[in-house]
């Protein structure tokens, strides 16, 4: 095998590479932010100015945080609340909680502690 062929399978490779990647990262969007207050009752809200639909999400902390539930409100008004009672370090994600099929999510509502002053919360939804 030559160089010109290494380098064209080479480049083969890395472009299958890459387009798997870009092809995953499209099925998940980002459905808001928020921030986890040290410790409180009431949810961390996030009202999304359009319905954003998803069949499945997944929470990942920026910071350490205690993650408890997350109330989902769909665009029809029915809620549903999704439980998850367990600790996330920084960078640390959750796995997929389905909602059965795909919804439009209008708002998110997150529960939980931050082992700080406060931790960041990233929502993420499949759009499969």
């Known amino acids: 095998m030559n160089i010109k062929q290494l380098v064209a399978k080479l480049l083969v490779t890395t472009s299958l590479l890459v387009t798997a ?3 995953q990262a499209d099925d998940q969007i980002t ?3 928020t921030i986890l207050l040290g410790a409180g009752d009431h949810g961390a809200k996030i009202p999304l100015l359009i319905c954003r639909k998803a ?3 997944k929470v990942r902390a920026e910071r350490n945080l205690n993650l408890e539930k997350i109330i989902v409100t ?3 008004g029915s809620t549903k609340t999704i ?3 367990r600790d996330l370090k ?3 994600e959750t796995q997929w909680r389905g909602f059965g099929y ?3 999510v209008k708002k998110l509502e997150v529960f939980g502690n931050s082992d700080g002053s ?3 919360v990233k929502v993420l939804g499949r759009k499969d």
Do not use: E, I, P, V
């Open 21 to 23: 990647c870009l092809a």
């Open 74 to 76: 769909f665009n029809n």
């Open 118 to 120: 406060r931790a960041g």
């Open 90 to 92: 920084k960078d640390q």
């Open 83 to 85: 439980s998850f009672y």
């Open 31 to 33: 459905l808001g932010r």
């Open 55 to 57: 069949d499945a999400l």
């Open 102 to 104: 795909k919804r439009c």
